[in-house]
C-alpha cells in the first residue's frame, strides 16, 4: 500500500513538472526592470558610439528609451502594449545601412553582456528581433 502511494506521488510530480509553462522571454530577463536595465545599456553604449550616433542626435532620449523598454516588452511576451509608431514608420528616412544595423546589433551584444545575460537568452532575443531588419535598413 505504502508503494502504490509512493509511486502515484512520484508520477504526479512528474506530470506535474512537465506540464510546467516554460517562462516567457520576458520572465527570463526579470521583467520590466530587467529591460529597462538592459535598454540603459544600450542607451549608453548609443551615445558613446561614432559610427552610429548621428542617427540619434536630434531624438528625445526619454521618449526612444520609454517606446524601446515597451517595444521589447510586447516582443518577449511581457504584459505591454506598445502604442508607438510601426517600425517602417519610424525608420523611414533614415536610409539605415546593413552594415550600420549591424554595429547596432553589436552595441546590444555588448550591452547584454554588461547585463550578465546568459547566451541562451541573447541568442532568443536576437531571433525575436531579426525578422524587423527588412522593415527598418535602406528604407
Ligand atoms: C531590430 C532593430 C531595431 C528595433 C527593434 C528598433 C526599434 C525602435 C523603437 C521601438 C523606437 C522608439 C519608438 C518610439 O519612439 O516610441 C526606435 C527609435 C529609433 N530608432 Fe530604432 N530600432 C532598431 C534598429 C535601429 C537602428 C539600426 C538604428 C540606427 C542605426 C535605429 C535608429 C533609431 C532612431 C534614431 C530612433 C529615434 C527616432 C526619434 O525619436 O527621432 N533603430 N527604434
Not at 506540464?19 to 530577463?29: E, F, R
Not at 544600450?42 to 559610427?51: K, S
Not at 550616433?53 to 518577449?76: K, P, Q, V, W
Not at 552595441?107 to 541562451?120: G, P, R
Request: net charge negative; glycine share 8%.
Amino acid at each position: 500500500m505504502q508503494n502504490i502511494a509512493l509511486f502515484l506521488l512520484c508520477a504526479g510530480l512528474l506530470v506535474g513538472c512537465a506540464n510546467k509553462p516554460a517562462l516567457s522571454l520576458y520572465q527570463q530577463l526579470d521583467g520590466k526592470a530587467g529591460i529597462a536595465k538592459l535598454v540603459d545599456s544600450f542607451i549608453y553604449q548609443i551615445g558613446n558610439d561614432e559610427q552610429v550616433f548621428h542617427y540619434f542626435e536630434h531624438a528625445n532620449i526619454t521618449h526612444f528609451r520609454d517606446g524601446f523598454i515597451s517595444h521589447m516588452c510586447m516582443l518577449f511576451e511581457g504584459p505591454c502594449e506598445y502604442r508607438g509608431d510601426s517600425m517602417i514608420a519610424i525608420h523611414t528616412g533614415m536610409n539605415i545601412s546593413e552594415k550600420d544595423f549591424n554595429h547596432v546589433v553589436d552595441l546590444l551584444v555588448n550591452a547584454m553582456n554588461e547585463q550578465n545575460i546568459s547566451y541562451n537568452v541573447q541568442n532568443k532575443i536576437l531571433s525575436k528581433m531579426a525578422p524587423l531588419r527588412g522593415g527598418i535598413i535602406k528604407i
